[in-house]
């Protein structure tokens, strides 16, 4: 079998990494101005990669003959390139029969439209499913194992990707019908990892962290709700599970941008010493938007929309959230 991963980024590699085994033919793809000498020349240069690949894996930036023949193709690109990409895949001869996996976690701007939702108004005929969970990648490097939901509105295509994706030992994948479930859980919890960051760096301690996880959980949840989703994927792996690992970790984008931003540093300054996506920033906005037109409250979201885009001060974000109306926990938590 053959695996085409979409994204030369560590996410990517990492996949590309521990998939090895899985199958007998590995492509990694990328635009040209995001393949690296090195990256290019891994077999050749002595110079060592972040994650080391197997002779087998092919790079290159040729889609047609990345995805020529591949009975799975893993999207792994930044929300805001899927639908070009998409747009490449349809002029580059996808087939029906081919597994579309997405693993990109968040909402397009300005549609405020969720991945597969996006992938659908390009690939209207794709089989799609989605992949999301606790994956963070550096941690999965380092041989720690992990588990992650596949969804897809075809449950056998789901179980495909679940046997031919799962490693033993390493990687443990569960099938969920959701969709809406599995993607929000994803997205929405990028935004509380980003106020989990900003409130360790404050020193605000353990009882502020599992407040604001459980209330940042309550907003995931009336959200999604609303737009469609099982509460009880939500307290999954995609929701719940992501939620505790990207709230807690430093190899978490999101947490890193929380922290710096806690710390009083600006935005625009954090994302360019990041030197990579952090997909809680926009979803931030897109999160606020949604809330918004459906009439639901997020503080917590609004509060981290807030510190990334006014000046407010983490000191006044603290007393916003502390200093609100008080409320009843039952009542509130599911509106």
Known sequence: MKLTILGPGCWGLTLAWLLNNNFEDIVVWGRKE?????????????????????????ITDDLKQAIEGAEIILLVVAT?????VCRQLKEAGLKEN?????????????????????????????????????????????GCPTAAS??????KTAEFV???LSVPSRFRLYTNSDIIGVELGGSLKNVIAIASGFADAMKLGDNCRGSLLTRGMAEIVRLSVALGASPSTLYG????????????????????????LGKGKK??????????????????????????????????????????????????????LMNRKLKKEDEYTLK
């Open 98 to 142: 081919q597994i579309l996996v997405n693993l990109s976690k968040g909402l397009e701007l300005p549609s405020l439209k969720r991945m597969s939702e996006v992938i659908k108004d390009e690939l209207p005929e794709s089989n799609l499913v989605i992949l999301s969970g606790p994956t963070l990648a550096k941690e999965i490097l380092n």
């Open 150 to 155: 596949v969804a897809s509105d075809d449950i």
């Open 162 to 164: 679940q046997k031919h």
């Open 267 to 320: 935005i625009d300054d954090i994302l360019k010493e990041l030197g990579s996506v952090a997909e809680g920033v926009k979803t931030s906005k897109a999160l606020c938007e949604l809330a918004e037109k459906l009439n639901i409250e997020v503080p917590v979201s609004s509060a981290i929309y807030e510190a990334v885009y006014t000046n407010i001060t983490p000191e006044e974000i603290l007393n916003k």
């Open 237 to 260: 792996l995609s929701g719940m599970g992501d939620l505790i690992a990207t709230c807690s970790s430093p190899y978490s984008r999101n947490y890193t941008v929380g922290s710096m």
């Open 80 to 84: 805001s390139g899927i639908r070009s």
């Open 34 to 58: 995001d393949l690296s000498d090195e990256l290019r020349q891994y077999k050749k240069t002595e110079k060592p990669l972040p994650v080391q690949l197997d002779q087998k894996v092919i």
